[in-house]
């Protein structure tokens, strides 16, 4: 009985000795949902890319390094100088992803790291070299073209490595403070124009109505003056319409005789 307990606790000990080691020296790969895992041996890419779930790999042999590939953002300052040589320092949002094709290039000719080590530096160059096709205040009125310009010479700098910008937004231009003065000043002086523009138009409309108020009143005048003559009945036929009913009063040795004519 003892002899059996003994060999049973002993198989037990050499049973767990070896899950231990087993799950030690991990012979799987997991590649997590969104990753592509690059499988490696003795460290170097064997050029196999493994898709997300699990694989099998020999321990202490292969290894397996997970590269996300779903769409990351990166913000980013940006320095630069406009054609008018204002400084002009922005604020870039980046959304890019890893083309799951190009994962195992991307691992050997840059590493980990490409975010800080290619993204950042491409984000700055593109937005000086964009920068500089245009005016400070072209950068305010442009704003969605100085964008879509900045975005396709990103995607031209950092397309070779395999990554793939796929939007960019500037999500702020800072000036320096006598820029932003002279834009305020430029911005009252037009809306002071515009409200003196609006003020001589409605001056010439008052103006206009005016003109076309006497105009109308002379022509119905003149109008009215030709009628008059061509029928001078209509004169004494107006004066009846005046009259009073009370007859004309002259005086004569003193009395106050109500004028008639008999004729």
């Given at each position: 009985m003892y002899d059996n307990d003994g060999g049973l606790l002993k198989l037990a000990g050499v049973i767990g000795i070896l899950t231990i080691l087993f799950f030690l020296l991990n012979p799987f790969a997991?590649?997590?949902?969104?990753?592509?895992?690059?499988?490696?041996?003795?460290?170097?890419?064997?050029?196999?890319?493994?898709?997300?779930?699990?694989?099998?790999?020999?321990?202490?042999?292969?290894?397996?390094?997970?590269?996300?590939?779903?769409?990351?953002?990166?913000?980013?300052?940006?320095?630069?100088?406009?054609?008018?040589?204002?400084?002009?320092?922005?604020?870039?949002?980046?959304?890019?992803?890893?083309?799951?094709?190009?994962?195992?290039?991307?691992?050997?000719?840059?590493?980990?790291?490409?975010?800080?080590?290619?993204?950042?530096?491409?984000?700055?160059?593109?937005?000086?070299?964009?920068?500089?096709?245009?005016?400070?205040e072209e950068l305010i009125t442009k704003r969605t073209e100085v964008s879509d310009a900045i975005l396709a010479e990103l995607k031209g700098r950092v397309g070779q490595y395999g990554i793939i910008a796929s939007d960019l937004n500037i999500l702020d231009f800072d000036f320096s403070d006598s820029f932003n003065q002279s834009i305020e000043r430029k911005v009252t002086a037009q809306q002071d124009a515009l409200a003196a523009e609006n003020k001589l138009k409605q001056v010439k409309f008052e103006a206009d109505q005016a003109i076309a108020v006497a105009t109308g009143k002379a022509q119905a005048q003149k109008i009215e003056g030709e009628a008059l003559r061509a029928n001078p009945e209509v004169l004494q036929l107006r004066a009846v319409e005046k009259w009073n009913g009370v007859l004309p009063v002259y005086m004569t040795s003193g009395a106050a005789t109500p004028f008639i004519s008999v004729k």
């Amino acid at each position: 009985m003892y002899d059996n307990d003994g060999g049973l606790l002993k198989l037990a000990g050499v049973i767990g000795i070896l899950t231990i080691l087993f799950f030690l020296l991990n012979p799987f790969a997991f590649v997590p949902v969104g990753y592509r895992g690059i499988a490696t041996s003795f460290g170097t890419p064997t050029g196999d890319i493994r898709s997300e779930g699990l694989h099998m790999k020999l321990p202490l042999i292969n290894g397996n390094k997970n590269v996300e590939v779903r769409v990351q953002k990166k913000e980013a300052d940006a320095s630069a100088a406009s054609k008018d040589l204002q400084t002009v320092n922005s604020k870039i949002a980046v959304n890019f992803s890893i083309d799951p094709a190009k994962v195992i290039d991307l691992y050997r000719e840059v590493g980990d790291d490409y975010d800080d080590r290619v993204v950042a530096p491409a984000i700055q160059e593109s937005v000086k070299s964009i920068t500089a096709r245009y005016t400070a205040e072209e950068l305010i009125t442009k704003r969605t073209e100085v964008s879509d310009a900045i975005l396709a010479e990103l995607k031209g700098r950092v397309g070779q490595y395999g990554i793939i910008a796929s939007d960019l937004n500037i999500l702020d231009f800072d000036f320096s403070d006598s820029f932003n003065q002279s834009i305020e000043r430029k911005v009252t002086a037009q809306q002071d124009a515009l409200a003196a523009e609006n003020k001589l138009k409605q001056v010439k409309f008052e103006a206009d109505q005016a003109i076309a108020v006497a105009t109308g009143k002379a022509q119905a005048q003149k109008i009215e003056g030709e009628a008059l003559r061509a029928n001078p009945e209509v004169l004494q036929l107006r004066a009846v319409e005046k009259w009073n009913g009370v007859l004309p009063v002259y005086m004569t040795s003193g009395a106050a005789t109500p004028f008639i004519s008999v004729k």
